[in-house]
Every structure is written in C-alpha cells, then in structure tokens.
C-alpha cells in the first residue's frame, strides 16, 4: 500500500466519523438556536416556566456561545470558510488545494490545539466542582456549556486534520 492510498484510507475513515459527528452537532445547533430563541424570549418575561430571569439570561448566553463554536466548526469542516475571492478565483485548483493545506497547518491547526488545550483543563476543573452559576437564581450546571466548548474544539481539531491528510485538490467554492 503506497502512502497515499494509506492516507486516502485514513482521511476518509476519520472523514466518515466526523460526518456522525456532524450530523448529531447540527441536530445540537438546531436545538441551541430554538433555545436561544426561547431565552430571549423569557428574558423578556418576570418568571417563565418556573425559572428566574437570571436563569434563562443563563442559558441564551451558554446556548449562543456554543451555538457560536459548533457553526464555525461546522463551516471549517464543510470548507464554507472565508476566503480571499481575488487572489484565491485565479488559482487552479491544484494550487488552491495547497493554499487551503498551508492555511489548514500555519493557521486552523494551531488554533484548534490552543482552543482545545484551554477547554479542556477549564471543563474539566468545572466538572470536577460541579460548578453552577454564582447567582443563586442562575443555572445549577454551567459546567455542561463548558463540556460542549470542549466538544466544539475537538470537532474543529479533527475536521483540520481531516483536511490536512485528504489527498487532491479540494473543490473549489
């Protein structure tokens, strides 16, 4: 088996694992996003379903930062990231695809190593004290928006590697 068969084999084994991983983070995002849309709208509210305003301002800011984290991993993933159109639109594809690798290695991989090496120790700390909101009134568990932070960055760490290891051209967007 040469080495890029062996690469080929692995990208799009680690590939079809993130398209589960995907695939249950969008059902995530969909339901952060209704979330979202019910806090603001309780926020707005004196009590609403039993919960103090505190809590449900609680809870639209730990849905929309990890609603936030998923999206952009999301669009790193489906390679919907931002581009620059001048300089990328008179490329070839050959040329773009070693762009997007270079970008993938100095940039996006770095960053998903930094996001997940500052998660995970502050999940994990917040998980070990059960911590919950300061306000008596606020979310008894915030250390589960912190697990999913942790989530968000490992789905971004392997969605760059991904991308790193798949051979060819990428398609162009």
């Not at 062996?6 to 694992?17: I, M, T, Y």
């Not at 995907?22 to 919960?51: D, E, I, K, P």
Request: hydrophobic share 55%; charged share 10%.
């Amino acid at each position: 088996m040469t080495q890029a068969n062996a690469r080929q084999k692995f990208g799009s084994w680690l590939d079809g694992g993130l398209q589960i991983m995907l695939r249950l983070c969008f059902l995530a995002l969909l339901f952060s996003a209704l979330g979202l849309v019910l806090a603001t709208y309780a926020q707005h509210q004196n009590q609403w379903l039993g919960h103090s305003l505190t809590w449900w301002r609680e809870l639209g800011y730990g849905l929309h930062a990890n609603l936030l984290f998923f999206a952009a991993m999301l669009a790193l993933q489906q390679d919907h990231h931002l581009r620059i159109d001048p300089l990328s639109s008179r490329l070839s594809p050959i040329a773009r695809g070693r762009l997007d690798r270079l970008f993938d290695l100095v940039f996006a991989l770095p960053l998903t190593l930094l996001l997940l090496a500052t998660a995970l120790p502050w999940a994990w700390h917040s998980w070990a004290r059960l911590e919950g909101s300061a306000s008596p009134s606020g979310i008894a568990a915030l250390y589960v928006f912190k697990a999913l932070l942790v989530l968000a960055a490992g789905l971004g760490l392997g969605s760059t590697l991904v991308r790193i290891v798949r051979p060819g051209p990428r398609a162009a967007t």
